[in-house]
């Protein structure tokens, strides 16, 4: 082994920006700040629903506004791109296998799509939307 | 073979991205439409406090905000050290520390309910 190895200089917090790949696991990492405000802003919901009718009324009077608006659609696209990240890499965390031969990936995918279509379907119904 | 607490971190950032890619892109368009000012059905509230009156209702909702926190931070502590922020240790008490303390008052918010 050579006694000065190379070390190729990386920087620790923009080494991302290095290549489309990097930014693409990146944009899938950071879903997760999304996901939290959504199981944070539940946390509230629940807190103003305990609190009575009227103080439940003003959280929903609060979300009106664009810049709650904003946020949500913020939350919306990234919790949408955790779901397809996720449910596209289930071939390899759920590979199911049939005699020799492996079941092709875009079946298990597909299954999962079908399944959050039906979900949201089902949520939305239960909901009072549609 | 030395003993790791990382199953139990894992398992549950598995279970609630998963619970997450299921139900919170339709979850966020219910407030998104409150937002919008159609507010839907189950965000009334006599509608919403019905069902988190409900032993299943509470239930559901504590699984889902219970995962999603603890799904978000797992996460997150692994992608703060992708950002740069190399004190693990400290990353790891904020980020569990804040799920916990939602989790806990999760459950004191439907008990009160």
């Given at each position: ?16 920006f290095k290549h489309p790949r990097y930014l693409r696991y990146m944009s899938r990492e950071v879903t997760c700040i999304f996901i939290g405000a959504l199981a944070l802003l539940m ?88 | ?113």
């Open positions: 082994m050579s006694r000065k190895p190379f070390v190729r200089p990386v920087s620790k917090t923009g080494w991302y946390v509230v919901a629940l807190e103003r629903l305990s609190q009575g009718p009227a103080v439940f009324d003003s959280f929903l009077a609060a979300l009106t506004g664009p810049w709650s608006t904003l946020g949500l659609l913020l939350i919306l696209v990234f919790a949408v791109h955790n779901a397809t990240s996720w449910f596209n890499v289930t071939p390899k965390a759920l590979p199911v296998q049939l005699g020799e031969e492996f079941l092709a990936g875009k079946y298990i995918v597909g299954a999962h799509y079908v399944v959050w279509g039906l979900t949201t379907l089902a949520v939305l119904w239960f909901a009072g939307v549609v | 073979m030395a003993k790791s607490n990382k199953p139990i971190f894992w398992s549950l950032f598995a279970a609630g991205g998963t619970l997450a890619a299921f139900l919170a892109p339709v979850l966020v368009l219910l407030f998104l439409l409150a937002a919008l000012g159609h507010v839907p059905g189950i965000l009334n509230y006599a509608n919403l406090h019905a069902f988190a009156a409900h032993w299943l209702g509470k239930l559901a909702l504590l699984g889902v905000i219970a995962l999603f926190l603890w799904h978000a931070a797992h996460r997150l502590r692994c992608t703060l050290h992708d950002f740069g922020l190399r004190q693990d240790a400290m990353v790891a008490i904020v980020v569990y520390g804040v799920a916990s303390v939602g989790t806990v008052l999760t459950v004191l918010y439907l008990i009160r309910i």
